[in-house]
């Protein structure tokens, strides 16, 4: 199959480019974008319909505006649209929105199989498992049939690094638990895949005793939910996705460059590593913005290119890269098992890379780009902070 990875790419950076010069144009018929209030959100709908870039522009900035009536006009808005760029920054913007707590309406085309398979699947027990979001959480779920008694479920939300953070059991109908799905979907933009029970019991355990071993409580009941679907410790194995894809096929190419685009994907939009993964890097960033050295800006910029250089090698190192991969490993089964087979193999490329203990001679895009942004996101955070601090100076 031809890879066309390459003009993906070219038309993300074409939207990006359009949006830009649909924002001067909106700029210069007055529209204030820079206060994205609910008053601007009538002003952007009366300038849609005149130009595409415009156009591609008012639904980017809809997705700003936190409020129902930018929610309530993406949808008019989709209701007519044709075109199969703005239809996606639509359903970008809508994604904006549902992160900070508004109710957002379903896709109306999708090429996912998780809320289907709900509906269809029969197996003896099956297992469901969310996209990972910025902190490394998935929320897990277990079902098997109880005969006349609709479906037992094991409800868990768990983190990589602390273990499990919810834990819940019930006896439930699977139009319950299809609703439940669509709710997620609808609330949140993320899909239930389905995965491999056996996996996800594995998942499960291993979050259990890693609660366990931080010696938190609150979890008693676990032996006793699980005994549903076994008793004995789960067996180890490797994780589905690599059943799905070809590990030798994935890293072929130029994936390293092209992995980049996965920070465009609406689920990864709002990853940032962990604090305490990234604080030690903060720290020589401000030493390197305030030395006494003089430096010529090509010195400043490789100074600060070695830093970024550093914190992606330490990634792909002992525990931190068990867990990113991990991560990654998830979130290539899930961009698979939701229709997305370029995103896929790109974040399986990168577990990959990451579980061989270093980032290798050549850059990896994405792992480039998310240091990059979580540097940002952090200092950003510290002068917030700072600016909040009260001041104690007495002024004369």
């Keep these: 199959m031809r890879d066309n990875r390459g003009e993906i790419l070219a038309k993300s950076k074409l939207q990006e480019k359009q949006i830009q010069s649909g924002l001067e144009a909106l700029r210069r018929a007055g529209v204030a974008l820079d206060d994205p209030s609910p008053s601007l959100v009538q002003r952007l709908q009366d300038h849609f319909g005149k130009d595409p870039q415009m156009d591609l522009a008012v639904v980017f900035t809809l997705g700003r505006i936190a409020e129902a009536a930018a929610v309530e006009a993406l949808e008019k808005i989709e209701n007519d649209a044709r075109?199969?760029?703005l239809r996606k920054e639509i359903r970008r913007s809508l994604f904006k929105l549902s992160q900070k707590g508004l109710v957002v309406p379903e896709a109306r085309t999708s090429g996912s199989t998780g809320v289907t398979s709900l509906l269809k699947s029969?197996?003896?027990?099956e297992a469901y498992m969310s996209a990972v979001d910025g902190a490394g959480g998935r929320l897990l779920w277990i079902v098997k049939p109880q005969a006349g008694h609709g479906l037992q479920t094991i409800q868990a939300m768990l983190s990589d690094r602390e273990g499990l953070l919810r834990l819940g059991g019930a006896q439930i109908r699977r139009?319950?638990?299809?609703?439940?799905a669509r709710e997620i979907k609808d609330k949140h933009g993320i899909e239930m895949i389905s995965l491999p029970w056996e996996y996800a019991d594995l998942t499960l355990y291993a979050a259990y005793e890693k609660t366990k071993a931080q010696g938190r409580s609150g979890f008693e009941?676990?032996?006793?939910?699980?005994?549903v679907i076994g008793a004995g410790k789960p067996k180890q194995q490797e994780h589905p996705i690599y059943r799905r894809l070809n590990a030798h096929d994935?890293?072929?190419g130029s994936w390293r460059e092209q992995s980049r685009r996965l920070m465009d994907e609406a689920e990864l939009?709002?990853?940032?590593?962990?604090?305490?993964?990234?604080?030690?890097?903060?720290?020589?960033?401000?030493?390197?913005?305030?030395?006494?050295?003089?430096?010529?800006?090509v010195q400043k910029e490789e100074r600060l290119a070695g830093i970024v250089r550093d914190?992606?090698?330490?990634?792909?190192?002992?525990?931190?890269?068990r867990v990113l991969q991990r991560r990654m490993e998830d979130m290539a089964l899930y961009f698979l098992e939701t229709g997305r087979d370029d995103a896929a193999r790109l974040s399986l490329a990168v577990a990959i890379q990451i579980g061989a203990g270093d980032p290798g001679p050549l850059d990896i895009s994405f792992l480039t780009g998310l240091v990059q942004k979580s540097f940002g996101f952090y200092l950003s955070q510290q002068k917030t902070k700072q600016a909040d601090e009260p001041s104690f100076i007495v002024k004369p």
């Design 83 to 85: 075109d199969k760029m």
């Design 122 to 125: 029969a197996s003896d027990v």
């Design 175 to 180: 139009k319950e638990l299809r609703n439940m």
């Design 221 to 227: 009941n676990f032996h006793e939910l699980r005994t």
């Design 250 to 252: 994935v890293t072929g």
């Design 269 to 297: 939009r709002f990853w940032f590593l962990d604090e305490d993964w990234v604080t030690p890097y903060l720290s020589q960033l401000e030493e390197a913005k305030s030395s006494r050295l003089v430096l010529n800006q």
């Design 311 to 321: 914190a992606v090698k330490a990634l792909c190192a002992d525990e931190i890269g």
